[in-house]
């Protein structure tokens, strides 16, 4: 039983239920529900679906998180970062497939769960460390203004064609602006106004800025745009029929070309809903001193957008919205999420009439007021005083996904913070250090009074010995041994040294040799365990002409009374 609760987390949250419980997840359910409805149709149409896939997105997928999820309030569903990749995805594959759009997610969505499999099966969830805090935050940033600008045409009414990047879709925005939709934008300005006094004011209303009433606002603004529609007869774009009725369970197509030529975006999908997912559940997790289970998370996580797979809906990924929303309404456990799923199913079966009159400029109104709270660059200006090369890493991803695209943008984020890491790695601070005082400590000459002994050299390297700096590192070495042409001792201290390949390997062999016949000896001190493993794996521990020493505090007493001693005898 200890076996299945980990592997399948809802047992364990059964077992220990309390009927108490229950009249929370319950409340926190329907405002759940209620809030999802609307989001979820505007992000359907955000990633170029129709309303129902949204809806269909928010079924299997959330309760298959709820069953295999390991935190116990995120909540899984459509989310906008991964609404518009699938817009992207989609607008560049489907004109050479047909214009196949439902394939082609479903497709994505079946790619994405597996990929996730595939990196808890070899234990990869690392990887998506490649994806630093500038690369997203740029990412995120970029992916904010390119959905404030998608949505600019359902707001103002302007049709526009699809355009190469951002700039040429609002420039074609700027050129209509003749054409603007009067009405569109009167619903789409009020839609606005509506969500944020609402999120503003219905809290204070009962004493409590976080009451789940104050998430109301978008389905508030989108029964008064419906309303407004059938009353007035206003001459809008709307939502239209949407057909009632559950999913039907139906495979993604197989068609090799098209799975091929969809890996790569689906690749990237996966790395960003999963990083999205892990943060927020992390987040969440951290209020209550709890933890989530990051293989749980992979495992779930590739179970909902499997289950999105086969219900025709798109990918899915952890929603911070939406969590907000199952926390604030005090929501205990994943049951929550079951009570959510009944009233989207609810409103599947009978209430999708209501979506005719749903008019377009209030979804564009609540995508636009969703996003726009995610869009920061506060800490820019910090960052560039304490490490300017993450400023142009992130600037770097939001050009590139303005300018090239999602998925190419993403990639050039990522592509840009391997080359600074490698470029900063491959110039290492190297520091000739000295004794701090009588203590054991030895620090950089440069910074501190310090003892040293003119014969003797100690040297810290602070960073591994590779490929990308071996050459730079045995350079500076030598110009410390000609700029003190009385030492007969090099003493490497090796303390931030964790790892060491074999151009690294090859270096230290050419150090030794080339000190040697300078008659200088070369030592190591402070050599980490797995580093000492692998000198001693090979022969250079033998070919070495000093010593391994434990610490540096013991290489320097050594060479130091050695070297007096050798002194006194010449005397």
């Not at 390119?146 to 074609?172: C, K, V, Y």
């Not at 559950?246 to 890996?263: S, T």
């Not at 499997?306 to 911070?320: E, H, K, M």
């Amino acid at each position: 039983m200890k076996r299945w609760t980990r592997h399948v987390p809802i047992i364990d949250t059964l077992r220990g239920y309390r009927r108490t419980d229950f009249g929370y997840d319950l409340v926190a359910g329907l405002v759940l529900g209620v809030v999802t409805v609307p989001q979820a149709v505007a992000y359907a149409f955000l990633a170029g679906l129709p309303a129902q896939a949204g809806l269909y997105a928010c079924l299997a997928p959330m309760v298959i998180y709820a069953v295999l999820g390991s935190s116990r309030q995120l909540i899984v569903g459509p989310v906008a970062i991964a609404a518009l990749m699938v817009a992207a995805t989609v607008g560049e594959h489907a004109p050479a497939h047909s214009d196949a759009y439902l394939g082609i997610t479903t497709i994505v969505c079946l790619q994405v769960g597996i990929l996730l499999w595939l990196l808890r099966l070899l234990r990869l969830g690392g990887i998506v460390n490649l994806l630093s805090h500038p690369v997203i935050t740029g990412f995120v940033n970029a992916a904010a203004i390119l959905i404030i600008i998608s949505q600019l045409p359902a707001f103002t009414g302007i049709d526009i064609e699809r355009g190469d990047n951002a700039a040429d879709r609002l420039a074609q925005i700027l050129s209509g602006m003749g054409n603007l939709d009067s009405v569109a934008v009167g619903i789409g300005v009020a839609s606005l106004v509506g969500v944020w006094l609402v999120r503003r004011y219905a809290g204070l209303a009962v004493r409590d800025r976080d009451h789940p009433i104050s998430r109301t606002g978008p389905m508030i603004v989108a029964i008064a745009g419906t309303g407004a529609v059938a009353i007035f007869g206003l001459n809008v774009d709307t939502v239209g029929f949407v057909p009632a009725g559950l999913p039907e369970f139906v495979p993604p197509p197989f068609d090799l070309a098209l799975w091929l030529d969809l890996a790569p975006a689906a690749a990237m999908i996966a790395l960003v809903t999963y990083i999205e997912s892990f943060s927020i559940g992390t987040t969440l997790a951290s209020r209550q001193r709890s933890r989530i289970d990051a293989s749980q998370e992979l495992v779930a996580l590739g179970a909902a957008n499997v289950g999105a797979a086969f219900t025709g809906a798109y990918p899915v990924a952890g929603s911070f919205s939406k969590s907000s929303v199952n926390v604030a309404a005090g929501a205990r456990t994943p049951v929550s999420a079951l009570v959510c799923v009944a009233v989207i199913a609810s409103t599947l079966l009978w209430l999708t009439p209501l979506f005719v009159n749903l008019p377009h400029a209030t979804l564009a109104a609540i995508i636009i007021a969703a996003i726009v709270g995610i869009i920061d660059f506060s800490m820019l200006r910090e960052h560039w005083r304490f490490f300017p090369g993450d400023v142009v890493v992130h600037f770097l991803a939001l050009g590139g996904v303005l300018l090239l695209g999602v998925t190419p943008g993403l990639l050039l984020g990522v592509g840009a913070a391997i080359v600074l890491f490698v470029h900063r790695s491959s110039r290492p601070h190297i520091a000739v250090v000295g004794r701090l005082g009588d203590s054991v400590h030895f620090r950089n000459v440069d910074r501190f009074t310090t003892e040293t002994f003119p014969h003797v050299a100690a040297v810290r390297v602070d960073e591994n010995l590779y490929f990308a700096n071996a050459n730079q590192v045995e350079d500076r070495f030598l110009a410390i041994v000609e700029q003190h042409s009385e030492v007969r001792h090099l003493v490497l201290v090796c303390s931030a040294i964790n790892f060491i390949d074999t151009t690294g390997l090859e270096m230290l062999r050419r150090l030794n040799h080339t000190l040697d016949s300078l008659g200088i000896a070369l030592h190591l001190s402070d050599v980490k365990g797995p580093v000492r493993d692998q000198l001693e794996s090979t022969s250079l521990s033998g070919e070495l002409s000093g010593n391994l020493y434990p610490t540096t505090d013991e290489a320097m007493r050594d060479l130091g009374a050695s070297q007096a001693a050798a002194t006194g005898e010449h005397r």
